[in-house]
């Protein structure tokens, strides 16, 4: 399960405009790119079945960041598990530092990439 800003019902709450395209980008694109049915495949609040879990081997997990996200939400899609996704409304932080950089938008970009090639070679 997907606790999904975009799903009808989802949101966030005192986000600037650029966070909010950024985000809603990196969904889309994650979506072109997997042909993934996830609309919010950047979420990190998420539970995966134990089932599935035991199904992976979790060492092969390769990104960090955002891209984990993905990576996970695609292992499950293309082991044909169920992902459904809850409507949350996801409001900023008030403490703390946002984790982004640079190098993660790289590696989400260019991981997507990686993910599906390894899928249509049969190594994912």
């Known amino acids: 399960a997907v606790g999904s800003r975009y799903s009808k019902g989802g949101g966030v709450k005192n986000w ?8 809603k980008g990196a969904s889309l694109y994650t979506r072109i790119i997997t042909s993934m049915p996830v609309l919010d495949p950047t979420a990190g609040f998420v539970c995966y079945s134990r089932k599935f879990l ?4 979790l060492n092969a997990i390769s990104f960090v960041g955002y891209a984990f996200q993905i990576e996970m939400k ?10 459904s996704e809850v409507p949350i409304i996801f409001t900023d932080r008030t403490k703390g530092q946002s984790k982004m950089s640079n190098s993660i938008i790289v590696e989400a970009v260019f991981g997507v990439i990686a993910l599906r090639l390894k899928r249509l070679v049969n190594t994912l």
């Open 74 to 83: 695609y292992r499950t899609f293309c082991k044909n598990f169920k992902i």
């Open 54 to 57: 035991e199904t992976i081997n």
């Open 16 to 23: 600037p405009a650029n966070r909010i395209a950024l985000s």
